[in-house]
């Protein structure tokens, strides 16, 4: 019987978790009888992560050497989390049991729209993005809409951080290093998209070749690395138990 493949919680793991995980598989397979491996695309996969993985174990070297790097990751994140508090607001006026709060979220929602996954662009990309995006919003176009929702706030804090994060950008070291660390949002969505990729693969191959050893093996060590990292995700990310009461 085929094992389904553990779904896996990347966005709970670190930058270097998800290096890890990869970098794990990696060795895994390595363990697998050459004889078996007889499969050219599994290979090629296999080749190809190895070749993003060291690129972004690479990046993250460099981003843990320099100070200034982290200052502008953790700008980045500020932004990231201006933009989406901004959208959460709006999506409660959509629910409002006022039509104009309603139709205003509508109008700023059809805005937003192009803007919804802005956080998953590289660093330039993204500013541009929100500049944009900032000017449009201020604009008599829609700044009636977002001062008659009272969501100005929330344009000024995505202004505000974006700003922050452009002067620490602009004033970046020039050189491979911040090359390396400017691409690292970028390396870690490919990273983990082609590694999903390889992961269906093996699945579906499994499925149609169940007696193929090679992808029996596969499947089965993808599951096990998947599992203790998504424990690891588990045990980090759950609610404290509460202490229990004592017995009266």
Known sequence: MTQILEALKTAG????????LINRHLNDFDTIDPALRTDAPFDNY????????TYYQKGLAQAQKNEETEKIV??????????KAFRAGLKLYALSDDPQEVEASRALSILLSPY?????????????????????????????????????????????????FKTLFSGRM???AMTETYDMKTLRR?????YGDFAKYVLAMAKANPDNQLFAKALNLLNTARKYYNDMVSKRTAPK?????PAV
């Open 241 to 245: 138990a509460a202490k229990e009461k």
């Open 174 to 176: 020039v050189g491979t």
């Open 46 to 53: 296999t080749q190809d992560l190895a070749v993003r993985t």
């Open 74 to 83: 953790l700008a980045d994140n500020d932004r990231d989390k201006s933009g």
């Open 116 to 164: 919804k996954d802005f956080e998953t662009l590289n660093y330039e990309a993204q500013t541009i993005a929100m500049d944009k995006l900032i000017g449009e919003l201020l604009s008599p176009a829609y700044s009636n809409k977002v001062s008659y929702l009272q969501m100005d706030r929330y344009v000024l804090r995505m202004q505000a951080t974006n700003n922050a």
């Open 13 to 20: 793991l670190t930058n270097m978790e998800i290096g890890q």
């Open 190 to 194: 490919d990273l983990v998209n082609k």
